[in-house]
């Protein structure tokens, strides 16, 4: 039994812009996440206020998130890695904060440049000084399949991450196949152990799509029960420090899925492929994804 209704959390203006070789023009990105604010999505990560000379792609952070114009019912979250990063997610007026971490050592150095257990710290100040500041917090992990660092990723290493972060008083967790080399059987035994510990509830999947296997994972976890997924408009995204990562799955690719299967999302999958065609010119490329292509009448 599938679920009936699915929240898909649009991640492309981080996750797919923080990738790009270009800097794209800060009111480019204003009107891409105009755009998809009238798309019918709920949820939408604007930026991300990690270290500008980490990634230069989103140093204009403060400036998006202040200049987007609002819906009342939309979550606008943004990444946020330490309080020097909170208190600029907060000044900027965000909704909802994003920490994140990896389950391997070899990820998470390269990626935050510290190791797991001093990763702890740093992030439980972020969701203190957020839930002080009356803001959710949302908790990704990154790498819970595989690492390109250290390789397969155990899913009790998963769990240990997440158990600290929900100790923090997270409000959820995103688990990220950060290099897209996940495939079903596996997404299957990883989300057996953290359902043995957590709801499907507390949990968001976050898949990217380097070998095709995305959609093949988004069923797996449906049919655990799960009912959060990330994805990126365009199929853009990809994080600079996982070497081979690339696109996130699909924003239309997943709606195409899950309307065909009866399962509703409020996303109005039209309005979605008008938007990504619109930043084809932008970003100076073709979207990878189907439902782009389908919409350029390839
Ligand atoms: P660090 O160099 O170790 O930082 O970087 P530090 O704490 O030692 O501070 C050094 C200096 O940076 C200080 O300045 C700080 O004030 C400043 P100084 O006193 O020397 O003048 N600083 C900052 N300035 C502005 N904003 C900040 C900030 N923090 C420190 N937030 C840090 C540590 C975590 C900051 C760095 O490693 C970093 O920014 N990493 C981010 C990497 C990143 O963004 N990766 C991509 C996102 S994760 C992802 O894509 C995966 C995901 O999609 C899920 C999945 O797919 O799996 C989420
Ligand atoms: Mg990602």
Redesign the pocket.
């Known amino acids: 039994q599938l679920p009936k209704q699915v929240q898909i959390k649009e991640?492309g203006p981080?996750?797919g812009l923080?990738?790009e070789m270009t800097f794209i023009p800060t009111e480019e990105k204003i009107r891409l996440v105009n755009r998809l604010s009238e798309t019918g999505l709920n949820y939408i990560e604007v930026t991300?206020?990690?270290?500008?000379?980490?990634?230069p792609q989103?140093a204009d952070a403060v400036e998006v998130l202040k200049e987007i114009k609002r819906h009342d019912d939309i979550t606008y979250a943004a990444?946020?890695?330490?309080?020097?990063?909170?208190e600029?997610a907060l000044d900027a007026g965000v909704d909802e904060v994003?920490v994140?971490m990896?389950a391997s050592e070899g990820h998470n150095k390269s990626?935050?440049?510290?190791s797991i257990d001093e990763t702890f710290p740093?992030l439980k100040e972020v969701v203190d000084g957020a839930l002080a500041a009356g803001k959710t917090v949302r908790g990704?992990?990154?790498?819970?399949i595989s690492c390109p660092y250290d390789g397969y990723t155990k899913p009790e290493q998963v769990v240990y991450v997440a158990e600290k972060l929900f100790e923090m008083g997270i409000s959820e967790i995103?688990?990220?196949?950060?290099?897209g080399v996940g495939v079903p059987t596996q997404v299957d035994a990883l989300l057996q152990e953290m359902l043995s510990f957590y709801k499907a509830e507390q949990l968001a999947m976050?898949f990217?799509d380097t070998r095709g296997t995305a959609l093949a994972n988004v069923m797996t976890s449906l049919s655990h029960g799960i009912t959060k997924f990330?994805s990126a408009i365009g199929g853009l995204?990809?994080?600079?420090?996982?070497k081979g990562?690339s696109g996130?799955v699909a924003t239309e690719d997943l709606l195409y899925l899950l309307h065909e299967m009866g399962i509703e999302t409020g996303v109005n999958l039209k309005k979605i492929q008008q938007t990504a065609l619109s930043i084809e010119g932008i970003i100076g490329k073709k979207l990878s994804s189907k439902l782009a292509a389908i919409a350029r009448g390839e």
Not at 140 to 144: A, E, F, G, M, Q
């Open positions: 991640v981080r996750d923080q990738n991300s206020f990690v270290h500008p000379k980490w990634i989103l990444l946020v890695p330490n309080s020097k990063g909170l600029r994003s994140f990896s990626n935050i440049n510290k740093v990704y992990i990154s790498t819970v995103s688990l990220g196949d950060t290099i976050h990217h990330d995204g990809g994080c600079p420090y996982a990562a996130n």
